[in-house]
């Protein structure tokens, strides 16, 4: 089981980027999936999780701006993210618990920046 992530980049503050994040491999249960973010030298913290029923949580500092959403038939966890600002700037992770194990993607970078 693997996740790959993909949308990072660079964006101009007040823009918006797409993540992707899609589960392959041997898969029998999908739970919660969800978004972390990592900023230099501290440690990786929530941005968003959903559930598989489609209930959602945000970190307060993304509340309005991102939105988190899943195709379960795809395996594939998205977060929109709007009004970017460049404090937003980290290395973004997907994570899910796939078959009742925890699994990362490799990271993206979004950096926000004029």
């Known amino acids: 089981v693997q996740l790959v992530e993909s949308g990072g980049g660079l964006v101009q503050p007040g823009g918006s980027l797409r993540l992707s994040c899609a589960a392959s491999g041997r898969i029998f249960s999908i739970n919660d999936m969800g978004w972390y973010r990592q900023f230099p030298g501290k440690e990786r913290e929530l941005v968003a999780v959903?559930?598989?029923?489609?209930?959602?949580n945000y970190a307060d500092s993304v509340k309005g701006r991102f939105t988190i959403s899943r195709d379960n038939a795809k395996n594939t966890v998205y977060l929109q993210m709007n009004s970017l600002k460049p404090e937003d700037t980290a290395v973004y992770y997907c994570?899910?618990?796939?078959?009742?194990?925890?699994?990362w993607g490799q990271g993206t970078q979004v950096t926000v920046s004029s």
């Open positions: 959903i559930t598989t029923g489609g209930s959602t």
């Open positions: 994570n899910a618990n796939i078959n009742w194990y925890e699994y």
